[in-house]
């Protein structure tokens, strides 16, 4: 089975920073794409950022200049540095993983971590 575990979230002032982990455990197929998404109350959910195993970063564009996300294979863990953080960045952020092969995609979430970002 294949796990992912978030931590990080937590209570911020606007302006303030924090940094997301999700370390992923069991088999990890080698080509794979890992990132972040995050759901406010009564929107959809929406991808902040993914890297791709061949080191390929995309951004949302809210999250340009403000986040930033990396990986460290070695740990199976990814991270997203947020900074300048605004109310509005308040959300549930969630892990994803996409491990790739010819013909399927194997895909998996974490549990979610909550961020909230006072005024």
């Known amino acids: 089975q294949v796990q992912l575990v978030e931590s990080g979230g937590g209570l911020v002032q606007a302006g303030g920073s924090l940094r997301l982990s999700c370390a992923a455990s069991?088999?990890?197929?080698?080509?794979?794409?890992k990132g972040w998404y995050r759901q406010a109350p009564g929107k959809q959910r929406e991808l902040v950022a993914i890297?791709?195993?061949?080191?390929?970063?995309h951004y949302a564009d809210f999250a340009k200049g403000r986040f930033t996300i990396s990986s460290d294979n070695a740990k199976n863990t990814v991270y997203l540095q947020m900074i300048s953080l605004k109310p509005e960045d308040t959300a549930v952020y969630y892990c994803?993983?996409?491990?790739?092969?010819?013909?399927?995609?194997?895909?998996?979430w974490g549990q979610g971590t909550q961020v909230t970002v006072s005024s």
């Open positions: 890297i791709s195993s061949g080191g390929s970063i």
């Open positions: 994803n993983l996409n491990m790739l092969a010819i013909g399927k995609t194997y895909a998996y």
């Open positions: 069991g088999s990890i197929f080698s080509t794979n794409v």
